[in-house]
């Protein structure tokens, strides 16, 4: 429970006050939204960013000490042991899906350091739920969930505006070293190409059909969301498609990418009729 201070309220008055970016779509990409104190204790916290491993166990086991957990996420497995075997060969063990590839993903599940917590007690808090409702203007009933979490090598959704369950997505970069704002590991913003537009049409007008990932190449990139303690914040649409995608190619030895990841979900949606991309 979030007891309402000043300690977190300047994040609120950023996400109010930012402005709202247009291009691919309507998202919000706010640089240096958490404070330098609380960035720093962020980075300098040896439970979310440690020193360099030199075998996918060791990291494994130094993540399980640090009450990370295994978290079941698309474009994942949740087996450790699957997990190494890609790893140890990509070339024979990765997805023959085009549109998703095995990565793994963990999620800290307990908070050593006060202050980190009750920064995650806030994100998850009615303030700041309320906070980013009144900005989107969304008016149906939501639940809020916010947690860190880590991702590491092989993790690939391809472009996807998010399924219509979701009402909102945040993503809040907290790395802890520079050199990964120029790796392969951040979030694609991204548009069809004028050949796919008619998509986003039949998401339009067809309501009752879930919204799928489609093939990379259907799309063009239009900006990479890598920025240390930058957040991106969007509502998912079907005009324009909220489209975003991600995919890693890294040495998640010496750091992982790390993110404070949230979503507002619907509350009691209806169900949605699968599509698979073939279909389109």
């Excluded at 109010?16 to 291009?23: P, T």
């Excluded at 919000?28 to 979310?48: G, P, V």
């Excluded at 339009?204 to 799928?212: H, L, S, T």
Aim: aromatic share 12%.
């Amino acid at each position: 429970i979030y007891i309402m201070s000043t300690e977190f309220d300047y994040i609120v008055n950023k996400i109010l006050n930012a402005e709202v970016i247009i291009h691919p779509f309507p998202h919000l990409d706010i640089k240096n939204l958490l404070s330098q104190e609380h960035l720093d204790l962020i980075i300098n916290e040896n439970q979310i960013h440690f020193q360099e491993m030199n075998t996918n166990d060791k990291l494994y086991n130094k993540l399980i000490k640090n009450r990370w957990s295994i978290q079941s996420f698309p474009g994942c497995t949740s087996n450790w042991n699957n997990y190494k075997k890609f790893l140890e060969n990509p070339e024979k063990y990765k997805s023959t899906n085009p549109v998703e590839n095995i990565g793994m993903t963990f999620r800290l599940k307990y908070y050593k350091n006060n202050t980190i917590k009750n920064l995650l007690n806030f994100m998850n808090s009615n303030i700041f739920h309320q906070t980013l409702k009144s900005k989107f203007n969304i008016i149906k009933e939501t639940k809020i969930i916010s947690a860190i979490q880590k991702n590491l090598t092989g993790y690939e959704i391809s472009p996807h505006p998010d399924i219509r369950q979701k009402c909102l997505t945040y993503l809040l970069n907290i790395n802890n070293n520079k050199e990964i704002e120029k790796l392969d590991c951040h979030t694609h913003l991204l548009e069809f190409k004028d050949e796919y537009k008619h998509i986003q049409k039949f998401w339009e007008n067809n309501k009752g059909i879930q919204r799928c990932w489609v093939p990379w190449d259907w799309c063009n990139t239009i900006k990479k969301m890598n920025e240390n303690n930058s957040i991106v914040i969007f509502h998912p649409d079907n005009n324009p498609p909220t489209l975003h995608a991600i995919r890693l190619n890294y040495n998640h030895l010496k750091y992982q990418r790390t993110q404070i990841y949230g979503n507002l979900l619907y509350k009691n949606p209806p169900r949605y009729k699968p599509q698979n991309y073939k279909e389109l």
